[in-house]
């Protein structure tokens, strides 16, 4: 199982006009539902005269998490079409709102579609697309004399070391990219009394 995934580096904007009316796309890194939530609420609050603010995110280093929200636009019209361009560019952790200004023409049903497509891609293609690792934080316990042993396997496995208690029994507690998990685990394990734990 691959422990990276395809993310976006920072907020990045995108546009589309048809028949009068204005889609403002906005892509924004988001790592849990309530950083969504405040997003959100920010853009309905600075664009409050708009008709419509639409949205599609995904979360979870597995995409495991998403929602589309069409904020009053025909059901499936404008959050499926933005959903479908995070998908179609394997990203997550993202959110991308688009902000419609009406501009007094109806669009229909595959207007509307397209509109909040190409506004969604405009954001996502003006983004700078950024590859994450998922890190894992562990605990390892050992007697101080060992501690040569334990700095040489987490320097050898790229560990990144967050806090080290250095008393009789030391403590380190230190990240891992999660594919390297049970490999450190095992090789402490060897030089400790105590095995490593996950956090």
């Known amino acids: 199982m691959s422990d990276t995934y395809l993310s976006i580096a920072k907020l990045s904007t995108g546009i589309y006009k ?7 796309a906005f892509a924004i890194p988001v790592s849990d539902e309530d950083s969504i939530k405040m997003q ?3 853009l309905k609050k600075k664009y409050h005269d708009a008709r419509h603010h639409c949205y599609a995110y995904i979360i979870g280093y597995q995409a495991e998490q998403f929602r589309v929200n ?6 499936g019209t404008a959050g499926r079409p933005i959903h479908g361009e ?10 991308v709102v688009v902000v419609r200004y009406f501009g007094g023409t109806l ?3 595959s207007g509307l579609i ?24 562990l605990l390892v316990q050992f007697l101080y004399e060992k501690t040569g042993d334990v ?24 990240n891992i ?12 394990s060897e030089v400790c009394e105590n095995k490593g734990d996950r956090m």
């Open 40 to 42: 959100v609420t920010l």
């Open 86 to 95: 995070l998908r179609s560019r394997n990203l997550t952790n993202v959110l």
């Open 107 to 109: 669009l229909g049903t």
């Open 151 to 174: 700095m040489k396997i987490l320097k050898e496995c790229n560990a990144g070391i967050v806090e080290h208690r250095a008393d009789n029994l030391s403590v380190i507690r230190f």
């Open 177 to 188: 990219r999660q594919s390297q998990t049970d490999n450190v685990l095992y090789r402490l």
């Open 18 to 24: 048809s028949k009068g009316s204005k889609f403002l």
């Open 70 to 75: 069409d904020d009053g636009e025909p059901s």
């Open 114 to 137: 397209k509109a909040y497509k190409e506004a969604a891609a405009d954001a996502l293609n003006n983004a700078e697309i950024v590859q994450q690792t998922v890190m894992t934080e």
